[in-house]
């Protein structure tokens, strides 16, 4: 069974600054992806960055990027230039990669990230 | 392009009444999968279908809870004799899989109140 953990409940960070929300996961599997998900108090999940677990780059998508460190089991995300529209639950889940696509997700508890003005 | 859609978006109810919500996936997504979310948590996984089948439940899913993709297009998730433990937001998310390019999108849930 897959674990994850964020060990950050809450996290707060001043608008344009930067700041990194930590993760990790405890998987049996050697292919996956890995997802850093977003939920503002709207409650809807967005997704905001995904991770293979084959490729050693970082995956980065505009002010979001990762710094993903396999053999540590590891998974941070870092976001740039702070933004008010930041501030939401983030959740990180690993996913093992089949042939028929992928399966349930497994999330952490997740952080709550303030973005103070 | 019309994302996931769930209805009702909150459902209050007494408690041994029965609910049923309605999840709409993306077009064309052939997986469509459902989490239950309690405050404070991350969405925990209850069931998906690869279209119409039914390949995997939670043991979170008790005979109380019932899933249907009727010709793999939209689900219905159905509570019967509701309880007050049965209170949570409900999601759906849906996903097109096709070999290694798989990702789900999240529909904006469904919050249950059981009084």
């Known amino acids: 069974a897959q674990t994850v953990t964020q060990s950050q409940p809450e996290m707060s960070v001043q608008e344009a600054e930067t700041v990194t929300l930590s993760c990790t996961y405890d998987?049996?599997?050697?292919?996956?992806?890995l997802f850093w998900y977003k939920q503002p108090p709207s409650r809807q999940m967005i997704l905001v960055i995904r991770?293979?677990?084959?490729?050693?780059q970082n995956a980065t998508e505009n002010r979001f990027s990762v710094n993903f460190q396999k053999a540590a089991k590891s998974f941070s995300l870092k976001i740039s230039d702070s933004q008010l529209g930041d501030a939401a639950m983030y959740f990180c889940a690993p996913i093992p990669i089949t042939q028929g696509g992928s399966e349930k997700l497994v999330f952490g508890k997740g952080t709550k990230l303030t973005v103070n003005p | 392009d019309t994302g996931v859609s769930q209805n009702p978006r909150h459902k209050i109810t007494k408690r041994g009444q029965n609910v049923t919500f309605r999840c709409d996936p993306i077009?064309?997504?052939?997986?469509l999968y459902w989490y239950r979310q309690t405050l404070g948590q991350g969405p925990e996984f209850l069931t998906y279908f690869q279209n119409e089948a039914q390949l995997e439940k939670s043991r979170l899913l008790s005979d109380r809870f019932s899933a249907e993709r009727p010709k793999g297009s939209f689900s219905t998730l159905e509570i019967q004799r509701t309880e007050q433990g049965d209170s949570a937001m409900y999601l759906c998310?849906?996903?097109?899989?096709?070999?290694?390019?798989?990702?789900?999108?999240f529909g904006p849930g469904t919050r249950l109140t059981v009084l």
């Open positions: 991770q293979e677990a084959y490729k050693q």
């Open positions: 998310a849906s996903s097109l899989a096709l070999g290694r390019e798989d990702t789900q999108y």
């Open positions: 077009s064309e997504h052939n997986r």
């Open positions: 998987t049996s599997e050697s292919d996956y992806y």
